[in-house]
């Protein structure tokens, strides 16, 4: 485990990009769950994550965002759940190579915990330790929680990664700007509370990925807050490629790799150790963001 | 006296506060309120006023699922006498997710808040061909068709969904989409008749695009 910390303490890391969008590139329909993919085109989802690391990326994120047996039985695919992260974290292994490290990918279940949902939090624990197992089985080297919404959740989580091995744990929000320089989850959590509830549970690195309607100059105030917050713990910030567009049939991301590209520099000075890149970013996004690492 | 007792109830709702909630009901109820004018005069300003806060970032996901579940608290309590009497909500809205799409808490919280301004809401779930929506629409009369998607991938589905209906003959029948990546040019685009933001500006746009 000290190995990414430590590396991480000497220099900052390139985290890879979107997942879902290359897949949907390759030809996955709307609506199909990906994670298949992970056992029925492996070489496809290896492929991206070889895009990814020839991009400059020395993290490769496995394709398990929707892993969790709870968010599985969604495509009625709970009872594969083990082997599908499994494989998930076989594919990115393979190409992480020696060099490289896999983030073994958990997002959120998909419904809320207790009082506000049905889900107890000794059975969310439950679900999570056994994906956190399949994913270290397949040769994760840390535990990714990410596009979390509810630092109770994260709580969760977090234990069950720390129950199941003792890796590094990384964990992003989803915050939405909620006033001129203030930025909340969904569920109303405020910077703050997100990045010390994190912390607190135990997760080495925290920081945020995608969010809802965040300028480039918000991603970088995020970034400085959370910085701040986070003290000692090393901050991880994943944007998305701007907001998406319709362009004719289509959505496009409306960022270009040199536009992101541009805001490394100031996240880099702002403190942040890890960057990477979400919804709608590619491999071309993350080689012009190479470049400025 | 009883103006106070409606707004304890309007106020319960907001904070959430389920048997408050029911309790006030029977309260009304026992001293001869019509049981529409509680839905009309407690209830429907509760959801409006909790969906507000939620619009300008004051409240959040919990708030706004707290209240739902109070206001169906006290609405188990009403429906049945309002059934009973032949009193049906005067709208019609049928809500769903889009085919390939299957998140459902940002619909699920437009369906809340259009309960709460006492609309008959079909929720059909996720996954939704555009033939489910048509054949909702059709059985239950249908004055408006509520879609939602978080996907960009999914947003194609929306307009699938809106040329489906028009040729199925379904003009009077208004369509009104929403989720994270949709845009007002994106419903200009695909010829539905309105976008909202947030599932507060869903219900003010359910009421213009019905009343249109
Ligand atoms: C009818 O009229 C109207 C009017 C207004 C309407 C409306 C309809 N519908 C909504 N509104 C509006 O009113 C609501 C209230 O104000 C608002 O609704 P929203 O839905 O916008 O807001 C909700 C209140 C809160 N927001 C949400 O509920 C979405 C939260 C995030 C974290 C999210 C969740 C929870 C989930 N996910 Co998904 N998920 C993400 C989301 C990231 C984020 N932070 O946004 C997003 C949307 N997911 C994404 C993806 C890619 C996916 N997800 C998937 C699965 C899931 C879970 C099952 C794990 C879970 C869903 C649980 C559920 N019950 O819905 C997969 C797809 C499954 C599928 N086929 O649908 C998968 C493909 C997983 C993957 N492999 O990456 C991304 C979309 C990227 C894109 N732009 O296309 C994403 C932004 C996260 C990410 N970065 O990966 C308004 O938009």
Same mark, same amino acid.
């Given at each position: ?6 590396? !991480?303490? @000497? ?39 070889? $895009? ?12 398990? =965002?929707?892993?969790?047996? =709870? @968010?599985? @039985? ?7 759940? @083990? ?5 998930? $974290? ?52 840390? !535990?990714? +929680? ?9 709580? +969760? $989580? ?16 989803? =915050? ?6 203030? =930025? ?79 805001? +490394?520099?100031?996240? !880099? ?25 | ?80 006498? /309002? ?8 709208? #019609?809205?049928?809500? %769903? ?11 699920? /919280? ?14 059909? %779930? ?25 996907? #960009?991938? #999914? ?58």
């Amino acid at each position: 485990m000290n190995d990414l910390l430590s590396a !991480l303490a @000497a220099r900052p890391l390139l985290c890879d990009g979107a997942m879902g969008t290359q897949l949907l590139a390759n030809g996955l329909h709307a609506g199909e769950c990906g994670m298949l993919w992970n056992t029925e085109y492996p070489e496809i989802v290896s492929g991206v994550h070889e $895009a990814y690391r020839r991009a400059g990326c020395n993290l490769v994120t496995t394709n398990t =965002f929707e892993g969790s047996s =709870f @968010a599985l @039985a969604r495509h009625g695919l709970d009872g594969r759940m @083990a082997e599908l992260n499994r494989a998930g $974290a076989q594919n990115a292994r393979q190409i992480a190579g020696d060099s490289g490290w896999v983030l073994g990918d958990i997002g959120p279940f998909g419904d809320f915990l207790e009082p506000l949902g049905d889900m107890t939090a000794e059975q969310l624990h439950t679900i999570y330790c056994a994906q956190a197992q399949a994913l270290l089985e397949g040769g994760a080297d840390a !535990l990714l +929680v990410e596009t979390m919404s509810d630092p109770a959740e994260v709580e +969760v $989580a977090v234990a069950a990664a720390k129950e199941s091995g003792s890796l590094p744990i990384v964990t992003t929000y989803a =915050f939405q700007k909620n006033g001129d320089t203030e =930025f909340r989850t969904m569920m109303g959590t405020s910077v703050e509370e997100a990045m010390g509830r994190a912390i607190a549970a135990g997760a080495h690195i925290v920081g945020a990925n995608c969010g809802t309607g965040l300028s480039f100059a918000d991603y970088l105030e995020l970034a400085r807050q959370m910085v701040r917050l986070a003290g000692k713990t090393p901050v991880i910030l994943q944007p998305n490629a701007g907001s998406p567009q319709m362009v004719g049939e289509k959505t496009v991301y409306c960022a270009t790799p040199e536009e992101m590209a541009a805001l +490394v520099p100031a996240l !880099l000075q702002a403190g942040v150790r890890i960057i990477g890149g979400c919804c709608g970013t590619s491999p071309a996004h993350l080689a012009a963001m190479s470049c400025r690492l | 006296m009883l103006m106070n007792t409606f707004q304890e109830l309007t106020d319960a709702v907001e904070k959430g506060n389920r048997k408050e909630a029911a309790r006030l009901t029977q309260v009304l109820l026992d001293a001869g309120t019509a049981p529409l004018e509680i839905v009309e005069s407690a209830l429907v300003p509760a959801m409006s006023n909790v969906g507000e806060k939620f619009k300008n970032n004051q409240v959040f996901v919990p708030e706004m699922l707290i209240a739902a579940r109070a206001m169906k608290e006290a609405m188990a309590i009403i429906q049945p006498l /309002l059934t009973a009497a032949g009193i049906v909500p005067k709208y #019609t809205a049928v809500i %769903g997710t889009v085919q390939g799409d299957l998140h459902d808490i940002g619909k699920n /919280l437009v369906a809340m808040m259009l309960k709460g301004a006492n609309f008959n809401v079909i929720d059909v %779930g996720i996954n939704v061909p555009p033939e489910k929506f048509i054949a909702a629409a059709r059985e239950n009369n249908a004055q408006l068709v509520g879609l939602s998607a978080l996907l #960009t991938t #999914t947003m194609p589905a929306m307009k699938t969904i809106v040329d489906a209906m028009r040729a199925a003959g379904l003009n009077n029948v208004k369509i009104m989409i929403g989720g994270a990546p949709i845009t007002q040019q994106f419903a200009n685009e695909i010829g539905a008749d309105g976008y909202s933001p947030d599932a507060a500006s869903a219900v003010d746009l359910a009421h213009k695009l019905v009343a249109a």
